[in-house]
């Protein structure tokens, strides 16, 4: 039985993102564990209204803020003691992370 991690960062800092992508296909060569990605996803640009007053019935606005969103993806595949010490990391506040863990059977094993 085989499990398989899939984490997705999120940041707004392209640099601190990267960084912090290299430093865990570091760690996953020293280990010697099978790591598929970083795999980047086209960058989301956000816009959110920033309203002048907090009454419903004033309508001015100062000019929207603008972001934008970078995105990486990466897998490990076994290796559980690597995906769960960098899933439990401290990773700076601009960066977002998201593990999804998956068990994979082989091919004639039953589930028990």
Do not use: C
Not at 42 to 55: A, I
Not at 72 to 83: M, N, P, Y
Not at 98 to 107: F, G, L, T
């Amino acid at each position: 039985m085989t499990f398989v991690t899939r984490l997705t960062l999120q940041s707004g800092d392209r640099a601190a993102l990267d960084g912090i992508v290299d430093d865990i296909k570091t760690s996953a060569e020293r280990k010697g564990a099978a790591l598929k990605g970083p795999h980047s996803r086209p960058p989301t640009k956000h816009s959110v209204p920033q309203p002048q007053r907090l009454h419903a019935d004033d309508n001015r606005q100062f000019s929207s803020w603008e972001y934008t969103v970078f995105t990486r993806e990466l897998e490990i595949h076994g290796h559980d003691s690597l995906a769960r010490n960098i899933a439990s990391q401290n990773f700076p506040d601009s960066v977002h992370i998201e593990a999804e863990v998956e068990q994979i059977h082989r091919m004639g094993q039953g589930q028990r």
